[in-house]
């Protein structure tokens, strides 16, 4: 494929996240493809809005309103649900939940799914692609998914999912989600500025906020987990990689940086093993089980609880 070619490709994939991904090559990720990056880094750009547009409570409110929940979509759904099917939940509710999860901006479940299961199947080895000990801090938070050999969904490794087309779907085209939240999200600020105008917001004001804010929030904050839950954290567990628990990071993502316990047992729909390691994401996942929206939610056996513990060894 020539350069020309390739660009066209690389701008169509913007939008059709599928296309052309026959001939991406599996190389080392070595550097950022960056026109694949434009869109990456224009939401970014974009937070710079907030000096022309201001702020307000309402918009505040609605910013962090939907960081809670696409947080949530990202740990509780596309991690716990996805990646390690730690619960069940209906084909409708895994549909509507694949919505939740690409609303966060962060490509389809397919895409997210294959490359987590990647991750544990090579944790910190040189085949895992966002380890920080083997590629350094900025490559693990966010530049290895914007490296073309990385771009492609393995579907593969995610076949118990890939055998749903709404699945499918929503992942070549997850642009889809973002855009109609953020036309939404700009349609219910000018909405409120016409009737509730003493709110003090607006639609660009709300966009700017509730879209590109909190998304740019919750990319960062999800992107730690890669880069720094395997660089600081006490590790309760011998787990043959470098990941710890942060009580930091577990507040700021609902419960993933209880970290080094997920690696110990991927297979728990708790991360926090206990009642002091707060777990915002398996508490929400509990009451979503309640009203039978999700069920069979797999705890932590006592047995693996105790097995492998570094400080019990330490204490030998």
């Known amino acids: 494929m020539n350069i020309l070619s390739r660009l066209g490709m690389t701008v169509v994939r913007w939008f059709d996240s599928w296309a052309g991904t026959d001939d991406v090559e599996e190389r080392e990720p070595v550097c950022v493809d960056w026109l694949r990056g434009f869109p990456f ?55 509507v939940f694949a919505l939740l999860g690409a609303s966060a901006v962060q490509r389809g479940p397919l895409w997210w799914a294959a490359h987590h299961r990647h991750h544990h199947r090579f944790s910190d080895q040189e085949n895992d692609r966002h380890s920080p000990v083997r590629h350094g801090f900025l490559w693990s938070h966010m530049g290895w998914f914007l490296a073309r050999s990385n771009f492609a969904t393995n579907l593969r490794v995610v076949s118990d999912l890939a055998k749903f087309p709404e699945l499918r ?5 997850d642009i889809l989600v973002a855009v109609l939240l953020a036309v939404g999200i700009y349609f219910v600020g000018a909405a409120v500025a016409a009737f509730n105008p003493e709110l003090g917001t607006s639609g660009l004001q709300l966009l700017i906020w509730g879209f590109f804010i909190s998304t740019v929030m919750v990319y960062h904050c999800t992107y730690t987990i890669n880069s720094l839950a395997h660089q600081i954290g006490r590790r309760r567990y011998e787990t043959g990689d470098t990941s710890g628990n942060s009580f930091f990071l577990a507040i700021i993502t609902l419960g993933e940086g209880w970290h080094n316990n997920h690696h110990h047992y991927p297979g728990s729909v708790r991360q926090g093993f206990y009642w002091w390691e707060i777990d915002i994401s398996y508490y929400i996942l509990v009451v979503l089980s309640w009203m039978g929206i999700v069920w069979d939610l797999r705890p932590v056996p006592d047995h693996v609880r105790n097995t492998r513990r570094v400080d019990l060894a330490e204490a030998a």
């Not at 702020?55 to 390690?84: N, Q």
């Not at 779907?169 to 085209?173: A, E, V």
């Open 41 to 95: 880094a224009a939401m970014h750009v974009m937070c710079l809005g907030v000096i022309w547009v201001g702020w307000s409570p309402f918009a505040l409110g609605v910013a962090a309103a939907l960081y809670v929940v696409r947080m949530f979509a990202i740990t509780g759904i596309y991690h716990r649900y996805f990646s390690h099917r730690t619960f069940k939940t209906s084909r409708a509710g895994q549909f």
């Open 169 to 173: 779907f929503l992942d070549r085209f």
